[in-house]
């Protein structure tokens, strides 16, 4: 398997320090002119990325967005009602005929803080050896603090609230 991820380009080091294989900075490359054939997309931008990011995809590829719309497969994945399945069909269309456009599969995933979703990304993580990017420990008391590092973009990896001292 082969990781490639983008962002601004000061963090180039430090992600593929942690193990990606390959760093695109947002700022000055176009990741559309360096990759295709890619068999899975990660969306976390929504809009009007989903079809760019479709276009890198090969064939029968993959694109699972956390940020755009669900679609019908996921009302039926969640079994909702039959009334919202309905729903989340019609709202998600849009994101269907496009990646029937482009040959590939489109889905949403909803994430929640929820204990064995949880677990089972923390056996992911554990099995492909991956370490998560920690900039920050905060106490629980000083979240006001944590807030406005995140707010305004000064993180180099994860802001972590902590209820009690270590």
């Given at each position: 398997m082969r990781v490639i991820t983008n962002g601004n380009g000061n963090h180039a080091d430090r992600v593929l320090a942690l193990g990606a294989d390959q760093f695109i900075d947002y700022?000055?490359?176009?990741?559309?002119?360096?990759?295709?054939?890619?068999?899975?997309?990660?969306?976390?931008?929504?809009?009007?990325?989903?079809?760019?990011?479709?276009?890198?995809?090969?064939?029968?590829?993959?694109?699972?967005?956390l940020r755009a719309m669900p679609n019908g497969a996921f009302a039926k994945r969640m079994k909702?009602?039959?009334?919202?399945?309905?729903?989340?069909?019609?709202a998600g269309r849009g994101f269907d005929q496009m990646a029937k456009?482009?040959?590939?599969?489109?889905?949403?995933?909803?994430?929640?803080?929820?204990?064995d979703q949880?677990?089972?990304?923390?056996?992911?993580?554990?099995?492909?050896?991956?370490?998560?990017?920690?900039?920050t420990v905060y106490?629980?008391?000083?979240?006001?603090?944590?807030?406005?590092?995140?707010a305004n973009g000064r993180s180099s990896g994860k802001t972590v609230l902590t209820m009690k001292g270590e």
């Open positions: 700022q000055t490359e176009d990741y559309r002119q360096m990759l295709s054939e890619v068999d899975l997309v990660l969306d976390t931008l929504g809009g009007e990325e989903i079809e760019k990011q479709m276009t890198i995809l090969k064939k029968g590829g993959h694109l699972v967005s909702l009602p039959i009334w919202k399945q309905l729903l989340f069909g019609l456009k482009y040959g590939v599969r489109y889905d949403f995933i909803f994430v929640e803080s929820n204990g949880l677990q089972e990304v923390a056996t992911i993580l554990d099995n492909l050896k991956l370490k998560p990017s920690i900039d106490l629980f008391e000083e979240v006001n603090a944590a807030l406005d590092k995140v």
